[in-house]
T-cell receptor, first 112, second 116 residues
């Protein structure tokens, strides 16, 4: 299965700023997924990112707040824009289903 | 929205005991997967069971699936302190295509604590 390098692993950010999270995969994958995990909660899918097309966002998530790039088949970024304390969460990228689902190690974001 | 629920929400046992976690889901599925998460880090895939399977084993893990009840259980036998983690079930919908392809829908999770 694929190996994902996700960074940063954690960050503390000021409200109103933006943070970009990167995921690098060691093999070419068609689909990448971005999830949010709020404190003490389960994972919620933010969007699906396919190379060469715009990301598909789930209900409750919008591109202006969570812009995603997918420049090639091994890399994707998620930006959390204009952050507020409510954005404090763990953000995870994932690839699948071909070859099985794999998750990055997560980015723990704290907005102060 | 979340697919289903897991119970118990938290489980505390002694090392050597068995731990059983349950997961329920709402819609027809292609497969159901179980994941472990340590201390809010990345998820580790444990086991996948397809909708036409009823039971699957992997080491100390045993997973059952009852599609008529839309439920699954994960049994960890002879638990160890290192099994302490959060456990999540996740489902892939049946006939997933188009924008649903590849998406996982997660349950609420069970926090397992194994005391040495």
């Amino acid at each position: 299965s694929a190996v994902i390098s996700q960074k940063p692993s954690r960050d503390i950010c000021q409200r109103g700023t933006s943070l970009t999270i990167q995921c690098q995969v060691d093999s070419q994958v068609t689909m990448m997924f971005w999830y949010r995990q709020q404190p003490g909660q389960s994972l919620t899918l933010i969007a699906t990112a396919n190379q060469g097309s715009e990301a598909t966002y789930e209900s409750g998530f919008v591109i202006d707040k969570f812009p995603i790039s997918r420049p090639n088949l091994t890399f994707s970024t998620l930006t959390v824009s204009n952050m507020s304390p409510e954005d404090s969460s763990i953000y995870l990228c994932s690839v699948g289903p071909e070859g099985g689902y794999t998750f990055g190690s997560g980015t723990r974001l704290t907005v102060v | 929205s979340q697919q289903g629920e897991e119970d118990p929400q938290a489980l505390s046992i002694q090392e050597g005991e068995n731990a059983t976690m349950n997961c329920s889901y709402k819609t027809s599925i292609n497969n159901l997967q179980w994941y472990r998460q340590n201390s809010g880090r990345g998820l580790v895939h444990l086991i996948l069971i397809r909708s036409n399977e009823r039971e699957k084993h992997s080491g100390r893990l045993r997973v059952t699936l009852d599609t008529s009840k839309k439920s699954s259980s994960l049994l960890i036998t002879a638990s160890r302190a290192a099994d302490t983690a959060s456990y999540f079930c996740a489902t892939v919908p049946a006939n997933a295509g188009g924008t649903s392809y590849g998406k996982l829908t997660f349950g609420q999770g069970t926090i397992l604590t194994v005391h040495p």
